[in-house]
């Protein structure tokens, strides 16, 4: 898979984040990224430390409030296996993060349904495997144009319908 841009795709602001369980990981994969030419820059929110015991949730809605806000395009969230991450990130309004440990459900998670985010657990999925997923994440784009569009609209749709309905947050401030 050619690590150059594609045309007419411009370079991805990234966020990462992980919990102490994924730290070494998220390291792993934001120093990758460092180094690719499709990648306009990385924010690393933490954890820095596996010593730091901070809760999945605080980091992973840290980085996808980054995304909320215009701030960052893409997310790349780490826990021991990837759900806690992505189930913090989705209660943030508006974003869309999936665990994705093989290479369709990347595609997909991009193609189909328009994700910001991509998670992995560190305690699921070797290094190796996890830098070779993301390397192909990072080439894939969503098709404003595609069938797939309206579908996604349509979550955006009942987002927008049930503002603040049961909000019961994520006590992450
Ligand atoms: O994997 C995690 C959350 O999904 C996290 O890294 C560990 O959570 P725990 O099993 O509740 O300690």
Same mark, same amino acid.
């Given at each position: 898979?050619?690590?150059?841009?594609?045309? $007419?795709? !411009?370079?991805?602001?990234?966020?990462?984040?992980?919990?102490?369980?994924?730290? =070494?990981?998220?390291?792993?994969?934001? &120093?990758?990224?460092?180094?690719?030419?499709?990648?306009?820059?990385?924010?690393?929110?933490?954890?820095?430390?596996?010593?730091?015991?901070?809760?999945?949730?605080?980091?992973?809605?840290?980085?996808? !409030?980054?995304?909320?806000?215009?701030?960052?395009?893409?997310?790349?969230?780490?826990?021991?296996?990837?759900?806690?991450?992505?189930?913090?990130?989705?209660?943030?309004?508006?974003?869309?993060?999936?665990?994705?440990? &093989?290479?369709?459900?990347? !595609?997909?998670?991009?193609?189909?349904?328009?994700?910001?985010?991509?998670? @992995?657990?560190?305690?699921?999925?070797?290094?190796?495997?996890? !830098?070779?997923?993301?390397?192909?994440?990072?080439?894939?784009? @969503?098709?404003?144009?595609?069938?797939?569009?309206?579908?996604?609209?349509?979550?955006?749709?009942? =987002?927008?319908?049930?503002?603040?309905?049961?909000?019961?947050?994520? $006590?992450?401030?």
């Amino acid at each position: 898979m050619s690590a150059e841009p594609a045309r $007419g795709a !411009e370079p991805l602001r990234i966020v990462v984040a992980a919990d102490n369980a994924g730290v =070494e990981l998220k390291d792993r994969l934001r &120093d990758l990224m460092r180094d690719d030419p499709r990648v306009a820059g990385v924010v690393d929110v933490g954890v820095s430390d596996a010593a730091d015991d901070t809760a999945y949730p605080v980091p992973a809605a840290a980085a996808a !409030e980054m995304i909320a806000r215009g701030e960052a395009d893409r997310g790349v969230l780490v826990c021991g296996t990837g759900i806690g991450v992505a189930i913090a990130a989705n209660k943030v309004p508006g974003i869309r993060a999936t665990v994705a440990h &093989d290479s369709y459900s990347a !595609e997909r998670s991009i193609k189909s349904n328009d994700c910001q985010i991509i998670t @992995f657990g560190a305690r699921v999925i070797g290094p190796h495997a996890a !830098e070779k997923i993301l390397t192909e994440w990072l080439g894939h784009r @969503f098709d404003a144009a595609s069938p797939s569009a309206a579908k996604v609209a349509r979550i955006t749709e009942y =987002e927008n319908e049930h503002a603040g309905a049961g909000a019961a947050g994520t $006590g992450c401030g």
